[in-house]
């Protein structure tokens, strides 16, 4: 087969230099188009556990380079996220499965999982984990793998949601340590109690909604929808999870495009913001004590 005459390295900007021209979203999983570019053409070039520098100047034979071209036309065309083109998708340094029934694992959330949350939760007091709004599962396994000695719950409203969970739940042989339900929030596990309760709900305004990119178009729109303000969920958690919380647990929630809403609408509860390696501080954590009398909170659609 005939080489391109492009090395690695060089198929990889142009790439990047065609999903530019391409005017393609990023935000599911890469933030620009050299990293997305990267991710394609590595991804096709089964080369994506290599170090990078021992393959840079490889030859790109024309058979491979027009896979990476078709990807590339498909990925314009379509406006389909790169994660369900190739039904993988990272999370906390963790490979996951995952098509069009769950939203693409993104959540902040990840930054601390690996990590255990510490300094502020000592991992070995964790005997149990809820996650809620799971999706493809993936905040749940996390969890699971993060505190090996934890129980984990996972909730999802989507039935087609937990179909992808439950590949993800097998592909980590996690099944006897990993529940997973169908339903409205704390409904399915009423009168349980957790050490640790983790959400990444829907939190996106009606406002933020109507201009959402195509790419994110491909994605469950119930997985976005929070409301006119984007607080829908996130109040209810606030005032329903003290019940669910075991008196030394903790609330993590991430709060998105709705953090500003949510400082302005509880100025009085005492939030630690996580600021994640971008800058950003959109995830927020309380204590099982520092949530009590908030039953009573308003709700703010």
Not at 146 to 170: M, T, W, Y
Not at 235 to 258: F, K, N, V, Y
Request: hydrophobic share 45%; with cysteine.
């Amino acid at each position: 087969m005939n080489n391109t005459g492009l090395t690695i390295e060089e198929t990889i900007l142009k790439t990047a230099r065609s999903l530019e021209q391409g005017s393609v979203t990023f935000g599911h999983g890469t933030e620009c188009a050299e990293d997305e570019a990267a991710w394609l053409v590595l991804h096709v070039a089964g080369l994506l556990d290599a170090p990078f520098e021992e393959i840079a100047r490889n030859a790109v034979d024309e058979a491979l380079h027009l896979e990476i071209e078709g990807v590339v036309v498909e990925r314009i065309s379509s406006r389909k996220p790169l994660a369900y083109l190739f039904q993988e998708a990272w999370f906390a340094g963790i490979p996951f499965y995952i098509d069009e029934r769950a939203i693409i694992p993104r959540s902040h959330i990840g930054e601390w999982l690996s990590e255990g949350f510490e300094p502020w939760i000592i991992p070995d007091r964790v005997d149990s984990i809820l996650d809620l709004c799971t999706g493809g599962g993936s905040i749940a396994v996390a969890s699971a793998l993060a505190f090996p000695g934890a129980n984990v719950d996972a909730i999802d409203l989507s039935a087609e949601a937990l179909e992808v969970a439950k590949i993800n739940r097998q592909r980590y042989q996690l099944e006897q340590r990993l529940r997973l339900f169908e339903g409205d929030l704390f409904a399915p596990v009423d009168g349980h109690r957790y050490d640790l309760i983790l959400c990444n709900p829907p939190y996106v305004s009606d406002s933020i909604m109507a201009e959402l990119p195509l790419e994110y178009r491909h994605e469950p729109p119930l997985a976005f929808s929070g409301g006119s303000l984007g607080l829908t969920l996130i109040d209810r958690l606030l005032r329903e999870a003290r019940e669910h919380l075991t008196p030394e647990g903790t609330l993590i929630i991430e709060a998105g495009s709705a953090s500003e809403a949510v400082n302005q609408h509880y100025p009085d509860l005492p939030f630690i913001w996580l600021t994640s390696a971008n800058g950003e501080s959109v995830v927020f954590m309380l204590t099982a004590a520092e949530l009590e009398g908030l039953s009573s909170a308003p709700s703010h659609s």
